[in-house]
């Protein structure tokens, strides 16, 4: 069973703890396997079905199983032992042993001491001086393992006598030791290298150095001078991101026209020095009815050339070999391949490509040499089988040097058709005239209008639940008023007033509005009465504000209008302005007809 495998979830051995690294035991080992005259080397007879699992971890062990190989009647099973194929198992039988080994009595604590720095995994390698110690050393062994019902099996030693090397190792010539070739006639280790014969074959590709160097196991390094050269080698082309005589590549062409655009996918095999081209798949699209530019189509194609050779790649296993992207269209490459700000249209399908596909893979291809041209235009059946669709351009079946280089300029025109415009726009939260003033009557409907205008501004800006509605407020009145006078101000003051007004004690808040400072800013009263607002003498909307306060008093007189005035406002020559407008009321008018009509 493959304890690797997963269904949506983590498999067994993604769970578990590997432990140690304890390949990098073999080289110690093999160095004292090597150390005194004679070699030595057995291994454990089914040493992980020799160690019981707990009651516990007995759960995560179990498969199902067919009984009598049908599968209608499948019965649930579990492991009771260590099994193989599990990550920890190796570690699990390790530190077994050792606790083991380190139970011994004290007469066999030497032999135990030995076993201990020889095992690698089930593996037991060692070496002794003489052929004495030889016996001595597999009698000890074995009884020391016994006691923990492991074992210790398939003896092979150094050859003693030439007897031996005739009788007891005629047929055995070869151990395999740790991934070594040990032959015991002769007592020397070598790396096993015939599995790489192949690597003289022609054409030498990456694929072949690769296997090659990673087929050489060599934990001492007895080859490290000769596997030197090929690691070179591939850590230079891996850095010029070229290989020379690579057998596959994938190739991706695009293009475009009026009514469609296509993309199609071709497989390069270089083979002895054969060349062959397939079409692996393709893909077209209609175009949209809307307008749209023949430069925005070609983008659009080589959108869906990255997606197609994106999963070509995957599908096929091939993620690491070369790729090459072809488009006849200068313009659509100059934007892939700049990093610029474009515009949403260009800048989206832009950073998918590059998400996909490398921009340096991207390359221009002449219009005629272009197979995806027949995709993108459509054509009958006669047409098809007798053009370069199947097999792509002539020129793929030809070395990469006779390629064809195209160099040709985009169109400037319309590359800078599709740069992002960034468009600088101001908003004057003031209006420069107020023209619906002049028609309102009152100060008070000013204002309110005003306050009107400025919350469904605001409104504007807000998401949907968070706007106001109902009645107006008072800070909104408030708001509105302060927005009023200011403009008055601007309107009012010139260049000689505002200096006029700067001969007086005034400061500007920070709304803008021009205030005095009057002679109670000491006291806790609020701002508009020790600051009271500056406002001109002759100005329609001052004279509106007084006969409001006017008809709110009552029609009272001037001295009383100026006192609620003041309050609030410091109105240039008030006490003129306010008998010039009072002595304008028609109601006040009527009222002194009528007082001297009854004294006379």
Request: hydrophobic share 35%; aromatic share 8%.
């Given at each position: 069973?493959?304890?690797?495998?997963?269904?949506?979830?983590?498999?067994?051995?993604?769970?578990?703890?590997?432990?140690?690294?304890?390949?990098?035991?073999?080289?110690?080992?093999?160095?004292?396997?090597?150390?005194?005259?004679?070699?030595?080397?057995?291994?454990?007879?089914?040493?992980?079905?020799?160690?019981?699992?707990?009651?516990?971890?007995?759960?995560?062990?179990?498969?199902?199983?067919?009984?009598?190989?049908?599968?209608?009647?499948?019965?649930?099973?579990?492991?009771?032992?260590?099994?193989?194929?599990?990550?920890?198992?190796?570690?699990?039988?390790?530190?077994?042993?050792?606790?083991?080994?380190?139970?011994?009595?004290?007469?066999?604590?030497?032999?135990?001491?030995?076993?201990?720095?020889?095992?690698?995994?089930?593996?037991?390698?060692?070496?002794?001086?003489?052929?004495?110690?030889?016996?001595?050393?597999?009698?000890?062994?074995?009884?020391?393992?016994?006691?923990?019902?492991?074992?210790?099996?398939?003896?092979?030693?150094?050859?003693?006598?030439?007897?031996?090397?005739?009788?007891?190792?005629?047929?055995?010539?070869?151990?395999?030791?740790?991934?070594?070739?040990?032959?015991?006639?002769?007592?020397?280790?070598?790396?096993?290298?015939?599995?790489?014969?192949?690597?003289?074959?022609?054409?030498?590709?990456?694929?072949?150095?690769?296997?090659?160097?990673?087929?050489?196991?060599?934990?001492?390094?007895?080859?490290?001078?000769?596997?030197?050269?090929?690691?070179?080698?591939?850590?230079?082309?891996?850095?010029?991101?070229?290989?020379?005589?690579?057998?596959?590549?994938?190739?991706?062409?695009?293009?475009?026209?009026?009514?469609?655009?296509?993309?199609?996918?071709?497989?390069?095999?270089?083979?002895?020095?054969?060349?062959?081209?397939?079409?692996?798949?393709?893909?077209?699209?209609?175009?949209?009815?809307?307008?749209?530019t023949i430069p925005r189509l070609e983008l659009l194609a080589c959108t869906i050339g990255s997606r197609l050779i994106n999963t070509t790649k995957i599908d096929l296993g091939l993620e690491n070999v070369p790729i090459y992207c072809w488009s006849d269209s200068v313009n659509a490459l100059y934007w892939i391949k700049r990093k610029e700000n474009w515009g949403t249209f260009v800048?989206?399908?832009?950073?998918?490509?590059?998400?996909?596909?490398?921009?340096?893979?991207?390359?221009?291809?002449?219009?005629?040499?272009?197979?995806?041209?027949?995709?993108?235009?459509?054509?009958?059946?006669?047409?098809?089988?007798?053009?370069?669709?199947?097999?792509?351009?002539?020129?793929?079946?030809?070395?990469?040097?006779?390629?064809?280089?195209?160099?040709?300029?985009?169109?400037?025109?319309?590359?800078?058709?599709?740069?992002?415009?960034?468009?600088?726009?101001?908003?004057?939260?003031?209006?420069?005239?107020?023209?619906?003033?002049?028609?309102?009557?009152?100060?008070?409907?000013?204002?309110?209008?005003?306050?009107?205008?400025?919350?469904?501004?605001?409104?504007?800006?807000?998401?949907?639940?968070?706007?106001?509605?109902?009645?107006?407020?008072?800070?909104?009145?408030?708001?509105?008023?302060?927005?009023?006078?200011?403009?008055?101000?601007?309107?009012?003051?010139?260049?000689?007033?505002?200096?006029?007004?700067?001969?007086?004690?005034?400061?500007?808040?920070?709304?803008?509005?021009?205030?005095?400072?009057?002679?109670?800013?000491?006291?806790?009263?609020?701002?508009?009465?020790?600051?009271?607002?500056?406002?001109?003498?002759?100005?329609?909307?001052?004279?509106?504000?007084?006969?409001?306060?006017?008809?709110?008093?009552?029609?009272?007189?001037?001295?009383?209008?100026?006192?609620?005035?003041?309050?609030?406002?410091?109105?240039?020559?008030?006490?003129?302005?306010?008998?010039?407008?009072?002595?304008?009321?028609?109601?006040?008018?009527?009222?002194?007809?009528?007082?001297?009509?009854?004294?006379?």
């Open positions: 069973m493959d304890r690797r495998k997963k269904k949506n979830s983590s498999s067994i051995n993604e769970c578990l703890e590997k432990g140690p690294n304890m390949v990098e035991l073999i080289p110690t080992i093999v160095n004292k396997f090597r150390l005194r005259k004679f070699g030595i080397t057995a291994d454990i007879e089914k040493a992980f079905l020799q160690i019981g699992l707990q009651e516990k971890d007995r759960p995560f062990l179990r498969f199902l199983w067919w009984e009598n190989g049908d599968k209608e009647k499948t019965k649930i099973y579990q492991h009771k032992r260590v099994v193989f194929g599990i990550t920890s198992s190796p570690f699990l039988l390790g530190v077994t042993l050792e606790y083991h080994l380190k139970q011994v009595s004290r007469h066999l604590q030497l032999t135990a001491q030995k076993l201990l720095e020889s095992f690698y995994v089930d593996n037991c390698l060692t070496s002794v001086d003489n052929a004495e110690d030889i016996e001595r050393f597999m009698l000890e062994s074995k009884e020391i393992l016994s006691l923990a019902k492991f074992n210790l099996h398939g003896w092979v030693y150094t050859s003693v006598s030439e007897a031996e090397k005739g009788t007891l190792l005629e047929e055995e010539k070869k151990v395999p030791v740790l991934g070594l070739i040990w032959k015991p006639d002769k007592d020397t280790i070598s790396v096993n290298w015939e599995e790489n014969s192949k690597i003289n074959e022609i054409p030498v590709t990456k694929r072949k150095i690769l296997s090659a160097v990673h087929r050489i196991f060599d934990p001492i390094g007895f080859t490290c001078p000769v596997t030197l050269e090929p690691k070179i080698l591939l850590q230079e082309y891996a850095y010029l991101r070229t290989f020379p005589n690579s057998d596959l590549s994938l190739h991706v062409f695009c293009d475009a026209s009026k009514a469609a655009y296509a993309s199609c996918v071709f497989l390069r095999t270089e083979v002895g020095g054969a060349i062959t081209c397939q079409l692996v798949q393709a893909r077209a699209r209609v175009a949209s009815i809307k307008p749209i800048n989206n399908r832009v950073q998918e490509i590059r998400r996909l596909t490398n921009p340096e893979d991207w390359k221009h291809t002449p219009g005629i040499l272009n197979p995806a041209d027949l995709p993108s235009r459509g054509c009958g059946v006669v047409e098809l089988i007798a053009s370069l669709w199947w097999e792509g351009s002539s020129w793929l079946n030809k070395p990469r040097e006779e390629w064809p280089l195209s160099e040709a300029c985009p169109d400037r025109a319309i590359i800078d058709s599709e740069r992002k415009r960034t468009v600088a726009s101001t908003i004057n939260h003031e209006p420069k005239e107020m023209d619906y003033i002049s028609e309102i009557s009152s100060f008070k409907k000013i204002i309110r209008v005003t306050a009107w205008i400025y919350r469904f501004y605001h409104n504007l800006r807000k998401q949907r639940n968070d706007r106001d509605f109902g009645e107006l407020i008072t800070q909104e009145t408030d708001a509105a008023e302060r927005k009023v006078l200011k403009i008055v101000q601007k309107q009012s003051f010139s260049n000689d007033t505002k200096s006029l007004v700067s001969q007086m004690q005034t400061l500007v808040d920070s709304e803008g509005i021009i205030r005095i400072k009057s002679k109670i800013i000491m006291r806790k009263d609020v701002e508009s009465i020790r600051y009271p607002i500056v406002l001109p003498s002759r100005h329609p909307i001052v004279t509106k504000l007084i006969i409001q306060k006017h008809i709110e008093l009552y029609h009272a007189g001037v001295q009383t209008v100026m006192s609620v005035l003041r309050e609030n406002y410091w109105i240039l020559k008030k006490q003129k302005n306010c008998q010039r407008v009072l002595s304008e009321c028609i109601i006040c008018k009527k009222d002194s007809l009528l007082d001297l009509s009854h004294n006379t």
